[in-house]
């Protein structure tokens, strides 16, 4: 009896294992009628096959067995953003905190930040100077919790970080402690009028030794000077650069220098939670006023960097506490506001910017051994670019975080 107990077990044991073998084996087979595959090019009623965490296979038909039939929606790879602040968040009592909260306040506003960016289709983010975005991180990398892939400056360089020796070694430990990314103010903040901060010796130091050390460098900086001097210390990438005019945008151009522009999210963010931060640090009545004048003077700057020959536009928000999800706007004012074209503003935040990443044979691209980051649009964005803001399926390394069934029920008109 035992023994017929310890052989049923065994049988039993090995029949659920080989089951979960065969489940992991089996293929998820995503039909759509759209697929704009991150490169810029389009698909129709096209079956996208994942293996795993990765596309193995397109197949050029949405004939046969589909896992997620997604009818008339259209197929993107997952979203990314470049310039992203998770660790913001309102405090308690709705307004914007003058000083952290407890540890694990914080990192639990993070985690909800991630989530909303996720069910956004936002599938990977850069978040420049979180020191706990490192176990967030690590979090996300578990495949556990909803969050998008996460990159990290952990700090951040700026005109107090010493001289360049001192600046250097800063550089050495940001390696040392695992950071995906360097963070550099190169310039005072938009509030503050945007002037150049850093000295040319600061940041030939802060870029020159991150390059010798095999990191990237993403450079706040808003006036021309501080845009100029980043660039010829061989920095990799600009943020914000609202006062960029047409001779550093030509050098970034020139150069191969990345171009993170932030025009559809952050600033209308502050405005429309203007009380909840009026009164903290520099957001008084003058630093409001600046960043009113702000969205026009964006508005002018994106139309010329869109018209710039081969600059290198990568899709930013620098989105903080208010504008977590919100990402995607982003996209749509860079069509509406700069003239760009839908099917640029798509590559720009998908394969683009995987690039600028470092990610461009992982992540950013719809094709067979990349990792299966997808999100479906209720819309053809080609045609109307706010589809990206209705994201109605996600799936992250070939799991799937969201899919709201009425966004696929209803299509029957194509
Ligand atoms: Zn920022």
């Given at each position: 009896m035992p023994r017929m107990r310890i052989k049923s077990i065994l049988i039993a044991t090995f029949a659920a294992s080989s089951m979960t073998i065969l489940a992991q084996d089996q293929p998820i087979r995503i039909h759509a009628a759209t697929i704009l595959d991150g490169t810029g090019r389009l698909l129709r009623n096209a079956t996208i096959v994942v293996q795993g965490s990765k596309i193995s296979a397109i197949e050029a038909t949405a004939s046969g067995p589909a896992t997620y039939e997604l009818?008339?929606?259209?197929?993107?790879?997952?979203?990314?953003d470049v310039h992203a602040h998770l660790g913001w968040h309102f405090g308690k009592d709705g307004r914007f905190p003058d000083h952290p909260g407890t540890a694990a306040e914080?990192?639990?506003y993070s985690a909800e930040n991630a989530y909303v960016t996720l069910m956004a289709g936002f599938t990977t983010i850069q978040s420049p100077g979180q020191?706990?975005?490192v176990e967030l991180r690590d979090l996300a990398a578990r495949g556990i919790f909803p969050s998008p892939r996460i990159l990290t400056s952990i700090r951040q360089l700026n005109e107090r970080s010493g001289t360049?020796?001192?600046?250097?070694?800063k550089v050495r430990q940001l390696k040392k402690d695992g950071a995906d990314v360097v963070k550099i103010f190169a310039s005072a903040s938009i509030r503050d009028g945007g002037k150049q901060t850093m000295t040319d010796e600061q940041l030939q130091a802060a870029c020159g030794e991150a390059k010798a050390q095999g990191l990237r460098t993403m450079v706040h900086a808003h006036s021309p000077e501080s845009i100029k001097a980043s660039v010829n210390a061989g920095c990799q990438q600009i943020e914000h650069g609202v006062f960029?005019?047409?001779?550093?945008?030509?050098?970034?151009?020139?150069?191969?220098?990345?171009?993170?522009?932030?025009?559809?999210?952050?600033?209308q963010n502050y405005l429309r939670n203007k009380p909840k931060y009026l009164g903290v640090g520099n957001?008084?009545?003058?630093?409001?006023a600046y960043m009113e004048k702000g969205l026009a003077i964006n508005a002018a700057m994106i139309k010329k960097a869109v018209a710039t020959p081969n600059l290198k536009l990568v899709l930013g928000t620098d989105a903080v506490a208010g504008a977590h999800g919100r990402n995607a706007d982003e996209i749509v004012e860079r069509v509406k506001q700069g003239n760009q074209k839908p099917m640029d503003a798509i590559v720009s935040a998908t394969s683009l910017s995987a690039k600028s990443l470092n990610l461009d044979r992982t992540i950013g691209t719809l094709a067979p051994g990349y990792e299966a980051d997808l999100v479906a649009l209720d819309g053809d964005p080609a045609s109307d670019i706010t589809a990206v803001t209705r994201v109605v399926f996600v799936m992250k390394g070939g799991k799937v975080y969201k899919h709201v069934a009425s966004g696929a029920g209803h299509g029957t008109n194509h």
């Amino acid at each position: 009896m035992p023994r017929m107990r310890i052989k049923s077990i065994l049988i039993a044991t090995f029949a659920a294992s080989s089951m979960t073998i065969l489940a992991q084996d089996q293929p998820i087979r995503i039909h759509a009628a759209t697929i704009l595959d991150g490169t810029g090019r389009l698909l129709r009623n096209a079956t996208i096959v994942v293996q795993g965490s990765k596309i193995s296979a397109i197949e050029a038909t949405a004939s046969g067995p589909a896992t997620y039939e997604l009818g008339r929606l259209t197929i993107i790879p997952g979203m990314i953003d470049v310039h992203a602040h998770l660790g913001w968040h309102f405090g308690k009592d709705g307004r914007f905190p003058d000083h952290p909260g407890t540890a694990a306040e914080e990192i639990l506003y993070s985690a909800e930040n991630a989530y909303v960016t996720l069910m956004a289709g936002f599938t990977t983010i850069q978040s420049p100077g979180q020191p706990n975005d490192v176990e967030l991180r690590d979090l996300a990398a578990r495949g556990i919790f909803p969050s998008p892939r996460i990159l990290t400056s952990i700090r951040q360089l700026n005109e107090r970080s010493g001289t360049a020796d001192e600046i250097r070694e800063k550089v050495r430990q940001l390696k040392k402690d695992g950071a995906d990314v360097v963070k550099i103010f190169a310039s005072a903040s938009i509030r503050d009028g945007g002037k150049q901060t850093m000295t040319d010796e600061q940041l030939q130091a802060a870029c020159g030794e991150a390059k010798a050390q095999g990191l990237r460098t993403m450079v706040h900086a808003h006036s021309p000077e501080s845009i100029k001097a980043s660039v010829n210390a061989g920095c990799q990438q600009i943020e914000h650069g609202v006062f960029a005019d047409e001779e550093v945008m030509k050098l970034m151009a020139d150069k191969g220098v990345y171009f993170d522009p932030n025009i559809g999210v952050v600033l209308q963010n502050y405005l429309r939670n203007k009380p909840k931060y009026l009164g903290v640090g520099n957001y008084n009545e003058a630093g409001f006023a600046y960043m009113e004048k702000g969205l026009a003077i964006n508005a002018a700057m994106i139309k010329k960097a869109v018209a710039t020959p081969n600059l290198k536009l990568v899709l930013g928000t620098d989105a903080v506490a208010g504008a977590h999800g919100r990402n995607a706007d982003e996209i749509v004012e860079r069509v509406k506001q700069g003239n760009q074209k839908p099917m640029d503003a798509i590559v720009s935040a998908t394969s683009l910017s995987a690039k600028s990443l470092n990610l461009d044979r992982t992540i950013g691209t719809l094709a067979p051994g990349y990792e299966a980051d997808l999100v479906a649009l209720d819309g053809d964005p080609a045609s109307d670019i706010t589809a990206v803001t209705r994201v109605v399926f996600v799936m992250k390394g070939g799991k799937v975080y969201k899919h709201v069934a009425s966004g696929a029920g209803h299509g029957t008109n194509h």
